[in-house]
Nanobody, 123 residues
């Protein structure tokens, strides 16, 4: 089971950008689909984006389409979530999760989860 670590969260003003990173203790993520999820206080966990194993396909939640981009850097063994045009409603704890040989489907079972990174969008 992978030990996933997210980073890159923080406080940003509306309209700003952040880039989240997901790594697995030096191990390659190439054979894993990686999903990004978020959970705001009092709300259910929401699928944000997903990239298939080998990075061929991507998928986005309706609320972030056109603003967020998921990508994979195999050399850096990292999956990124570039978040632009951030809105206050994007405020949440963001988690990355891994599914071995998975597809770009946020409803699949993810066996490994990180601890999360807080993103706060506020003026």
């Amino acid at each position: 089971q992978l030990q996933l670590v997210e980073s890159g969260g923080g406080l940003v003003q509306p309209g700003g950008s952040l880039r989240l990173s997901c790594v697995a203790s030096g191990r390659t993520l190439d054979y894993y689909a990686i999903g990004w999820f978020r959970q705001a206080p009092g709300k259910e966990r929401e699928g944000v984006s997903c990239i298939s194993s080998r990075g061929g396909s991507t998928n986005y939640g309706d609320s972030v389409k056109g603003r967020f981009t998921i990508s994979r850097d195999s050399a850096k063994k990292t999956v990124f979530l570039q978040m632009n045009s951030l809105k206050p409603e994007d405020t949440a704890v963001y988690y990355c999760a891994a599914a071995f040989l998975g597809t770009a489907t946020m409803s699949q079972t993810f066996a490994s989860w990180g601890q999360g990174t807080q993103v706060t969008v506020s003026s």
